[in-house]
């Protein structure tokens, strides 16, 4: 199984529709991140979690929600799903040092 | 202007050439440098981490990290149709414990067989 596990892989969505995106870590870190993919930016920090209740906005958060259900297990939601949130999502866990695992992603796609 | 900057390339080069990758940054609290490899429908996986100035080598890949210009470098020697992949820089500072690593954009490099 892999270390970091993400459900689904893909999604299409309509806009204004509510969705979760999971992930879960098999690592045992307490870290674990959330992260968006597009072409020409790069990768950017949604919201980050360190324990079960400490929890975070990163640079990019409006719109967005999160919920860390155990200390394996972190969702990202989108409230009201609109286009522009169409991306690639990363859910990623990493220990005391800059080890980041990261998942093998899920492609939203927002019409 | 952009914390890191990195070509986006993309780059393409045929097998057996040496690949040289860069990122530039402007924060001088960044001490910790890492490349990241993205195979196509995969998530980042680290592939190189260095602290502060100097060269590290691993097999065909050397890190090179110039403080003094911030600057940061990847090369890979003898390439090979599987080192075809998206490569990322990653910088962060020295409290690593809690905080977030700053990416560069990527350079999509294609080895040629």
Redesign the interface.
């Known amino acids: 199984d892999a270390d970091?596990t993400q459900t689904p892989r893909n999604r299409i969505t309509k806009t204004g529709k509510r969705i979760m995106l999971e992930c879960s870590q098999t690592k045992g870190h307490d870290r674990m991140?959330w992260y968006r993919q597009d072409p020409?930016?790069?990768?950017r920090?949604i919201y980050?979690s360190?324990d079960v209740k400490d929890i975070n906005k990163?640079e990019i958060s409006d719109g967005y929600s999160v919920s860390r259900q155990a200390q394996a297990k972190f969702s990202l939601s989108l409230e009201s799903a609109i286009p522009n949130q169409t991306a690639l999502y990363?859910c990623?866990t990493k220990g005391?040092?800059?080890?980041?695992t990261?998942?093998?992603?899920t492609r939203l796609t927002v019409v | 202007q952009k914390e890191v900057e990195q070509d986006p390339g993309p780059l393409s080069v045929p097998e057996g050439a040496i690949v040289s990758l860069n990122c530039t940054y402007s924060n001088s609290a960044f001490q910790y440098f890492m490349w990241y490899r993205q195979y196509s429908r995969k998530g980042p996986e680290l592939l190189m981490y260095t602290y502060s100035s100097g060269n590290k080598e691993d097999g065909r890949f050397t890190a090179q990290v110039d403080k003094s210009s911030k600057y940061i470098s990847l090369f890979i020697r003898d390439s090979q149709p599987s080192d075809s992949a998206t490569y990322l820089c990653a910088m962060g500072g020295a409290n690593f414990g809690n905080e977030k690593l700053t990416f560069g954009t990527g350079t999509r490099l294609t080895i040629i067989p």
């Open positions: 970091v991140y020409g930016l790069g990768l920090l980050y360190f990163g990363f990623a005391t040092g800059y080890d980041y990261f998942g093998s992603g």
